[in-house]
């Protein structure tokens, strides 16, 4: 494991995304279960925000609230100022669409088009120019080194090479928001640094990222790391220097909160 550069610790922009005392409730009676209990963070516009915990703790939920695919119960959730609970079915759908790039744990691509078709679905859905699309999906293709897969049917890669096509779909319409559900989870080492690196290089050019990962090593490319335990803001750290020191204190703080491999609400 090889930890290159260091930097101080950024200054951010305005508020981007604010939850305010946030609580979400599924099921009902006795088989309630509360996944998250008046959680309260910001990500700052252009910051590399990751979210670490234990299993169960509440993780894919804030991804799913911020992907505006599911409904807190309480509290309030704001982007840009303008309270969630305002949209639409129909303006979180665009919000989605325009806004932002996702990438799943599950890269739930479409199994009988090829690498290039499911690239490049997200843009057509845009209505973007057919010479703009090819020439976005080569450059895309290859900053991820997947320019060789283009025609190839997505059945037939590697979970490695799948969650690459998925991080593609996601990121050529250059989102503001980009939000990653464990993206290194099913990558070789070689392969998750090249993403973490990517990644980090959209975080540069202005994308907003949120990254739930259990592998301190990726969350040390982040700016800050929130700790989420039943449901609940447990610590937050900051990166104020070295990405080694960064990795270290992330380490110390996971195995007091604790927060290994598995599924989440």
Known sequence: MTFLGSKNQREFGMSYIEFNQVSKLYGYGVNQVQALDNLSFKLEKGEFLGIMGP?????????????????LSFGKITMDGTDLRDFSDGQRAKNRQ???????????????????????????????NRKDVEEKVFDIAN????????????????????????????????????????????????????????LTQLNREHHSLVMVTHDPFAASYCDRIIFVKDGRLFAQINRVDSRQAFFESIVEMQATVGGGEGYDF
């Open 143 to 198: 900053r991820l080194n997947i320019e060789s897969l283009l025609d190839q049917n997505v059945f037939d890669l590697s979970p490695g090479q799948q969650q690459k096509v998925s991080a593609a779909r996601a990121i050529i319409k250059e989102p503001e928001l980009i939000l990653a559900d464990e993206p290194t989870g099913s990558l070789d080492s070689k392969s998750a640094t090249y993403l973490l690196q990517f």
């Open 98 to 128: 325009k806004k932002m790039g996702i990438i799943f744990q599950d890269p739930n691509l479409l199994s009988s088009l090829t690498v290039k078709e499911n690239i490049e679905l997200s843009l057509l859905a845009l209505r973007v």
């Open 55 to 71: 299993s169960g703790s509440g993780k894919s939920t804030v991804l799913n609230l911020l992907a505006q695919i599911d409904y």
